[in-house]
């Protein structure tokens, strides 16, 4: 988890993100930025509500066998031109070793998402292990189905 993430638009914040993100060493972080760069020219991640969730489009060459999403507080909300107008102060990176796993993260994460107790949470800009307890109860709560968030191994830093 990263807090005070620096950035004044969309391109510096996820390079930000990049270098800063607990990242295994096998990830290029120089090709993520160009993908991440990539996917937000193709579509913007992001979703509303002051949230983004940059993500390649398709998994990396080598990525890791478990899934990560790095959540990133930006220490200014950055204008991701959003549909409401809201400008993102949180980040969910995710990287996911297969397309299936990554679609099911985006949905679980969503789900999440949609949950006005869990926006008003992030607010609050948590600690890591408060975000890590609070999503391991909310997964509990969803019931279990192949390849859950889970805060243990999803929520990396």
């Known amino acids: 988890m990263l807090h005070g993430v620096e950035g004044h638009d969309v391109s510096s914040v996820l390079n930000a993100l990049v270098e800063a993100a607990p990242l295994d060493p096998s990830i290029d972080r120089s090709e993520l930025f160009a993908r991440l760069i990539e996917r937000e020219e193709m579509s913007s991640t992001r979703i509303g509500r002051g949230v983004a969730i940059?993500?390649?489009?398709?998994?990396?060459?080598?990525?890791?066998?478990?899934p990560s999403?790095?959540?990133?507080f930006l220490k200014r909300p950055v204008d991701y031109g959003a549909i409401d107008g809201r400008p993102v102060f949180v980040l969910f990176h995710m990287i996911s070793p297969s397309s299936k796993v990554h679609l099911n993260h985006i949905a679980r994460l969503s789900y999440l998402l949609r949950e006005r107790p869990f926006m008003d949470f992030l607010r609050t800009r948590p600690s890591s292990n408060e975000l890590c307890s609070r999503v391991s109860e909310m997964e509990a709560r969803m019931g279990t189905t192949a390849h859950p968030l889970r805060?243990?191994?999803?929520?990396k830093g």
């Open 54 to 66: 940059p993500h390649p489009r398709t998994p990396l060459e080598g990525s890791p066998p478990d």
């Open 69 to 72: 999403i790095t959540t990133g």
């Open 151 to 155: 805060a243990d191994n999803a929520f």
